[in-house]
């Protein structure tokens, strides 16, 4: 059974630094795209950071050039640094990891760690 678990959320003032790790465990054959989605109050999911297999990314507008996704295939891990953090970065953010198990690939999703950050 596939299981994430993420960390690193909390309160932050604005212009502050965080990292979120997600780690997956279980039956797992590979992994494929790992990355970072965040959903605030009255607003749809969305894309914040993902990373492929061959280390390529793809950042949202609004993170990119302070945040950097990176993975760690031994540990099947995927941290996400964010810095100059400001309201807009409140949400919750959530891991979503595809994997390849048995002969389907399919996403998982972590069950979401908060970050509130105080303006």
């Known amino acids: 059974q596939v299981q994430l678990v993420e960390s690193g959320g909390g309160l932050v003032q604005a212009g502050g630094s965080l990292r979120l790790s997600c780690a997956a465990s279980g039956s797992i054959f590979s992994i494929n795209t790992m990355g970072w989605y965040r959903q605030a109050p009255g607003k749809q999911r969305e894309l914040v950071a993902f990373?492929?297999?061959?280390?390529?990314?793809k950042y949202a507008d609004s993170v990119k050039g302070r945040s950097t996704i990176s993975r760690d295939n031994a540990k099947s891990t995927v941290t996400l640094q964010m810095n100059s953090l400001n309201a807009e970065d409140t949400a919750v953010y959530y891991c979503?990891?595809?994997?390849?198990?048995?002969?389907?690939?399919?996403?998982?999703w972590g069950q979401g760690t908060q970050v509130i950050v105080s303006s």
């Open positions: 990373i492929n297999s061959d280390g390529s990314t």
């Open positions: 979503k990891v595809n994997l390849q198990i048995l002969f389907d690939a399919r996403d998982y």
